[in-house]
């Protein structure tokens, strides 16, 4: 039987990950693992068998009796533990939820079902380290696959709005700290309906501005706001979350000719779930009905949403899809810029198809059960 080790499991994606492999019965048909930084010796999880005490996930031989390790622990923790074990002689499949390896010549961007081509091309090469991708660009890729596949897209701009999630967990915790903040200094005003709205405005935006807010993870207020920044900066006046569009992209879909894929990335005060708006230059005029039914009919989870007001509030919001694996894909429409220009907007849940999903159908397809 084959040995299963997780690490990173306690933390925001490797919970989500966990989650997801209890609700679909993953945990059979391999011995599961469980690797901890900090707490090793304690009992860890029990995910059907029983709880085992946990593995040291610093410990190179513990890890190297593996067949497979699953890791969400982040970049700093892959960059170390990985050569180590790949020097040690270890062969087994790394598959990670974090951006280190990505773009690494023998590293696959793993997208099922959107690269499954490419990920067979690998295990037939022998290649062994299979990472997921950049959230947005997962998200967006998944929404819009079926005109990727039919070769229709010339060029892509995509403008994102990142929930705080996607920053981590203090992040989201600061988030809903400023909103309390906020919701305090402006209840009296609020909840008297005879108070100026002006009043209550300027008492907000003292607020946003006075320092007190909490702001260490964030670096400034995201609730009442937004952050147009994501990520570090590159020379050519991109962001790093910015460049990773074309790159990432393109890896996944092994193209031959880069498809540029460019915009800016924003952070905005919602929980949890990535949207983006997109503009697509087709490669020919394409009737809206023929784009529609490529789009809908790409995979099981790509959603399309009406162009109508009632059903994009009820479906195409983070708030509607958080917690879900669907992609809804809605306000598409031709542009005024001309017949090959499409215009669409997204959601999808980051934590999901965004970062544990693929991470745990790779696994699955290591396994030979999908």
């Known amino acids: 039987m084959q040995s299963v080790g997780f690490i990173g499991w ?4 490797g919970s989500v990950l966990i989650d997801r492999m209890r609700r679909e019965n993953d945990f059979q048909g391999f011995e599961p693992v469980f690797f901890t930084t900090s707490q090793a010796g304690q009992a860890g999880p029990d995910v059907g068998g029983g709880a085992s005490p946990l593995r040291d996930a610093n410990d190179v031989r513990a890890l190297a009796e593996m067949d497979i390790l699953v890791s969400c622990q982040g970049g700093d923790y ?18 990670d939820a974090a951006s280190a390896l990505r773009m690494k010549e023998d590293a696959v961007i793993v997208l099922d079902p959107v ?3 490419q990920i067979e091309q690998a295990l037939n090469k022998g290649l062994r380290d299979f990472v997921g991708g950049n959230c947005t660009v997962s998200l967006m890729l998944m929404g819009m696959q079926g005109l990727f596949d039919a070769g229709l897209v010339e060029w892509v701009s995509s403008m994102t709005y990142q929930s705080a999630s996607g920053a981590g967990a203090k992040n989201m915790k600061e988030l809903v700290a400023q909103m309390g903040g906020l919701a305090d200094a402006g209840r009296a005003l609020a ?11 300027r008492i907000i935006s003292a607020k946003l501005n006075d320092g007190s807010l909490p702001t260490d993870a964030f670096g400034a207020p995201l609730a009442a706001n937004l952050i147009p920044w994501i990520d570090s900066a590159m020379e050519d006046g991109r962001t ?12 996944i879909l092994g193209t031959a000719t880069p ?21 697509v230059k087709l490669t020919r005029d394409v009737p809206l009905a023929e784009v529609e039914a490529l789009i809908a009919g790409a995979n099981d989870w790509v959603k399309l949403v009406p162009n109508e007001k009632a059903a994009t509030l009820a479906g195409l919001t983070p708030a509607a899809v958080s917690g879900g694996l669907d992609i809804p894909v809605g ?12 215009t669409a907007f997204t959601v999808g849940d980051q934590l999901l198809w965004g970062a544990a999903e693929p991470v745990r159908r790779m696994l699955l397809i290591v396994l030979g059960r999908l």
């Open 331 to 342: 306000r598409l429409r031709k542009m005024a810029l001309g017949g090959e220009y499409l």
């Open 115 to 117: 690269n499954r081509k």
């Open 10 to 13: 306690r933390g925001m994606v």
């Open 191 to 201: 909840e008297d309906p005879a108070s100026q709205v002006l009043e209550l405005d």
């Open 240 to 251: 790093r979350e910015e460049w990773k569009g074309m790159v990432e992209t393109n890896k």
């Open 78 to 95: 892959t960059k170390e533990m990985h050569p180590k074990l790949r020097a040690a002689g270890w062969r087994g499949y790394w598959i």
């Open 259 to 279: 498809i540029p894929v460019d915009g800016q990335c924003v952070r905005v005060g919602a929980m949890r779930c990535h949207s983006q708006a997109l503009t």
